[in-house]
């Protein structure tokens, strides 16, 4: 078992990378928080459908709009 701050140094290396951060996400349940942190920083949002989508995502997962630090 590797401690946390290894797996977070790991996961910060990949915040440029988003399939490699839902990857980690879905690898393992204590890596989640990590990669939801660099997943969710940043959001482009390309048409009305995919801001329908984010909206209906933070309802339904409150504790991820925290995360979201630019829109």
């Known amino acids: 078992i590797l401690p946390g701050e290894l797996i977070d140094q ?3 290396h990949l915040h440029d990378d988003p ?3 839902r990857a980690c996400c879905l690898t393992c ?3 989640a928080p990590s990669s939801r ?3 969710f920083h940043d959001i482009v949002l390309s048409d009305a459908e995919r801001a ?3 909206a209906e ?3 339904t997962s409150p504790h991820i709009s925290p995360l ?3 829109l």
């Open 29 to 31: 349940h204590a890596w």
């Open 52 to 54: 329908d989508g984010l």
């Open 10 to 12: 790991v996961i910060d």
């Open 57 to 59: 995502h933070l309802e």
């Open 68 to 70: 979201v630090r630019s």
């Open 19 to 21: 399939p490699s951060l």
């Open 37 to 39: 942190f660099h997943i």
